[in-house]
């Protein structure tokens, strides 16, 4: 038995959770958010017991502090020589990884490397590796890539259509993300519905939350994600737009005299369902706001539910046809509404016979919501991204990573 912790460190939380490996029993979970800030938040769950402090967490190494120190606090463990290895959570893994690594220094040279294409997260992941290895210096590290899944796309499936000197010359091509948990949601259909065999499988996965994504898998490796450079591009999400016309930049940066950077940032964090429907990014919000007659919301759901079914059929198509199309992540996993409304922009033309009542009962849990005669099979599936962090961390205590 061996203990490991699973890491996500984003630019002001650190959200962790320690595991027993092989068991893949949590011992504990928890986040610390506000970090840099004087009123901090440190939550930490385990067994049936809370913990949750407001304090000052000014960096991400007083909150690997904090954490280590409660492990010990909370008798959660005896030693910190019991964890063996810290999986970190690596948004951008670029063209050089194809899977998890070990988080040495030609890693953290790489990763460096990769900070324009992950402005936003790549620091955080290497500010959080430095405050884990010097807290645990006997322990492994490893670095788990969110775009490693996809690196076994074609050519045809990830270049853009730009001048090639420039995509070879600026390593300018869809990375895709949520890597982990298209990954983990394939293999956990695979073994539950289709025998544990990939072979011959084509799954259609929808990971959609305040970020959304799809993948199309063939043979339980991934052959397209909608996804690009950066997860701004694919289907339209919370804040972010999805894909664009290209010339919507020039043209409303020519409109509004704004720069780049500003329409930028506003194609990030202030477009999609917030922009759409002026409500909020929270799906929620905007649900409740439909259901009291806000056009605008109303469209925002509609919106929604045309992309993802849009990049459903194209990954229908590119996979020569569907076993599966799975849905998870925060609206995937909880909101029946979305799903149907997805559902019936491709019911008809896939020959799917989704049973809605069924659909109705799913929130957060797992099921099929296909009845028996639909020609793909329909499934709702709670990811998790953790335990593959923690599975690579034991692949890496074996030697097998
Ligand atoms: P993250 O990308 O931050 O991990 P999640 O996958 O947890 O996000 O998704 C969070 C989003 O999921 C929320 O912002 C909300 O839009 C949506 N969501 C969560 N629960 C529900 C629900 N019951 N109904 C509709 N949408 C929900």
Redesign the pocket.
């Known amino acids: 038995m061996y203990k490991v912790m699973a890491v996500n460190a984003g630019s002001s939380s650190l959200k962790y959770k320690l595991y027993e490996m092989p068991e893949e029993k949590v011992l504990c979970s928890g986040n610390c958010e506000r970090i840099g800030h004087e009123d901090g938040i440190f939550g930490l769950k385990y067994g049936d017991k809370k913990v949750r402090e407001i304090l000052p967490i000014l960096d991400h190494a007083k909150g690997v502090e904090l954490v280590i120190d409660a492990l010990i606090k909370y008798g959660i463990i005896e030693s910190l020589e019991e964890i063996k290895c810290v999986g970190h959570r690596v948004v951008q893994g670029g063209k050089y990884f194809s899977k998890s690594a070990e988080f040495n220094e030609d890693t953290e040279k790489k990763v460096t490397e990769l900070i324009p294409l992950d402005p936003l997260h790549a620091p955080a992941h290497l500010t959080g590796f430095h405050a884990f290895k010097e807290a645990l210096p006997h322990a492994d590290a490893i670095a788990v890539f969110d775009t490693a899944y996809h690196q076994s796309m074609e050519p045809e499936d990830y270049v853009y259509p730009i001048p090639y000197e420039m995509s070879e010359k600026y390593d300018c091509r869809r990375y895709g993300a949520h890597g982990t948990s298209h990954n983990y949601l394939a293999d956990k259909a695979i073994a539950d519905y289709f025998g544990g065999k990939a072979e011959g499988t084509r799954i259609i996965t929808c990971h959609i ?3 959304s994504s799809l993948a199309a898998i063939k043979d339980g490796k991934c052959v397209a994600t909608s996804m690009g450079l950066t997860p701004l591009g694919g289907v339209m999400m ?1 804040t972010r737009t999805g894909d664009l016309d290209p010339s919507v930049m020039d043209y409303l940066c020519t409109c509004t005299g704004k720069s780049v950077d500003e329409m930028y940032d506003i194609f990030n964090k202030k477009s999609g ?1 917030l922009g759409v429907s002026g409500v909020s ?4 919000d905007v ?1 409740e706001a439909a259901n009291q007659g806000n056009e605008r919301a109303k469209l925002a759901i509609k919106l929604f539910a045309r992309t993802v079914a849009n990049f459903i059929a194209q990954y229908y198509v590119r996979l020569g046809g569907a076993d599966m199309i799975i849905f998870s ?3 995937g996993e ?2 029946d509404t ?1 799903r149907a409304a997805i559902l019936k922009n491709v019911e008809e033309a896939l020959g799917l016979s989704v049973d809605y009542e069924a659909n109705k009962g799913i ?1 957060g849990t797992q099921g099929l919501i296909s009845k028996k005669d639909s020609k793909i099979m329909v499934s709702v599936i709670p990811t998790d991204e953790e335990v593959m962090i923690a599975r690579d961390c034991y692949k890496k205590i074996q030697g097998v990573l």
């Open positions: 939350g305040s970020g919370g369902f990014n929270d799906t929620r649900e992540a925060g609206i909880n909101s979305f929130h």
